[in-house]
Nanobody, 124 residues
Framework: QVQLVESGGGLVQPGRSLRLSCAAS????????VGWFRQAPGKEREGVSC????????YYADSVKGRFTISKDNAEDTVNLQMNSLKPEDTAVYYC?????????????????WGQGTQVTVSS
């Protein structure tokens, strides 16, 4: 069965860190661009970061540049999102998704597989 599973969400105080992980079941992430997206209540889903498995390029939304780092663990075949200096506005459900378009497309419709999401809450 082909699926993506996110893990690592939780409740943290502002300024703290979390590390999210995206793992694939039934296929390998080596042939995809893997993106992280988030959706806050009442808002549209937005792109946060993306890793291109073809050339290792990384992309970040302006709102997370300098705070979030995306990486791929080849041994575990996961794509991880290290989130530092978290802010209340980072609160959302975070999803990972894969695309065969290696340049990390902007449109959500270009992503084929989606995980079910993991909740990240930043609050004091």
């Amino acid at each position: 069965q082909v699926q993506l599973v996110e893990s690592g969400g939780g409740l943290v105080q502002p300024g703290r860190s979390l590390r999210l992980s995206c793992a694939a079941s039934g296929f390998t992430l080596n042939y995809y661009a893997v993106g992280w997206f988030r959706q806050a209540p009442g808002k549209e889903r937005e792109g946060v970061s993306c890793f291109s498995s073809s050339d290792g390029r990384r992309y970040y939304a302006d709102s997370v540049k300098g705070r979030f780092t995306i990486s791929k663990d080849n041994a575990e075949d996961t794509v991880n999102l290290q989130m530092n200096s978290l802010k209340p506005e980072d609160t959302a459900v975070y999803y990972c998704a894969t695309s065969l378009i290696m340049s990390c497309p902007h449109h959500l419709s270009d992503y084929d597989y989606w995980g079910q999401g993991t909740q990240v809450t930043v609050s004091s």
